[in-house]
């Protein structure tokens, strides 16, 4: 595997259900992000961490509870979802130094709450 | 926080016709402006960037300009091909790391007619 992957590539939910999107990346950099993408906000942050500590949490609900348990991997854990939080969850990557800033996206997690 | 508008949000152009699309920003300490492409059901990647010390950067038939006075900058696809079939996202931080959040643009769908 090269680049970054997500797991599962598609999820669908209930309000009630417990569920995590998982991201691994294998180039080695020192940030990951997770974005919500949709029709109404096409690219929205929501979390940021670089050398495993959180940097970012833009204003995200607390259903929403990210996880960097080491610099390759990235949890998103879902719980009590709502219908509107049905969305394409991007997961992001970069080495973090001045050389550049380069964002290496997953495929995504399409994500469907009934 | 900063605050990146982008327009047009579709353009439709013919093969081998140019493209343009143009990107505003609010802070003006801002130095790193990516653009990103993201083609259907795929994720998005990086094509061009530019940073504040320079106005103009070309890559084949791509070519980016930033003018820092008037905080807009733009992209321009000369030549247009069916492949640049896309949607395309401008994004503006105050540098190129972690801890310098990137802020998205909302898009620009362009089609190119064979």
């Known amino acids: 595997e090269t680049g970054v992957t997500q797991t599962p590539r598609h999820l669908v939910m209930g309000m009630t259900n417990k569920k995590s999107l998982k991201c691994e990346q294998h180039?080695?950099?020192?940030?990951m992000y997770w974005y919500k993408q949709s029709a109404k906000k096409p690219l929205e942050l929501m979390f940021v961490y670089s050398l495993e500590e959180r940097v970012e949490n833009n204003s995200v609900p607390s259903r929403f509870s990210p996880e960097c348990p080491n610099s390759s991997h990235l949890f998103l854990h879902l719980h009590t979802l709502q219908p509107e939080d049905s969305a394409l969850y991007l997961c992001?990557?970069?080495?973090?130094?001045?050389?550049?800033?380069?964002?290496?996206f997953g495929e995504g997690s399409r994500l469907t709450v009934l | 926080g900063e605050n990146v508008e982008q327009h047009p949000s579709t353009l439709s152009v013919q093969e081998g016709d140019s493209a343009v699309i143009k990107c505003t920003y609010s802070?003006?300490?801002?130095?790193?402006f990516p653009w990103y492409k993201q083609e259907l059901g795929k994720r998005p990647q990086l094509i061009i960037d530019?940073?504040?010390?320079?106005g103009e950067k070309k890559d084949q038939r791509i070519a980016v300009t930033l003018n820092k006075t008037a905080k807009h900058f733009s992209l321009h696809i000369t030549e247009t091909q069916p492949e640049d079939s896309a949607v395309y996202f401008c994004a503006a931080s105050r540098g190129h790391n972690a801890g310098n959040m990137l802020t998205f643009g909302g898009g620009t769908r362009l089609m190119v007619k064979p």
């Open positions: 992001a990557s970069s080495q973090d130094q001045p050389n550049t800033g380069e964002l290496f």
């Open positions: 530019i940073r504040s010390n320079v």
């Open positions: 180039l080695g950099h020192n940030a």
């Open positions: 802070d003006s300490a801002s130095n790193y």
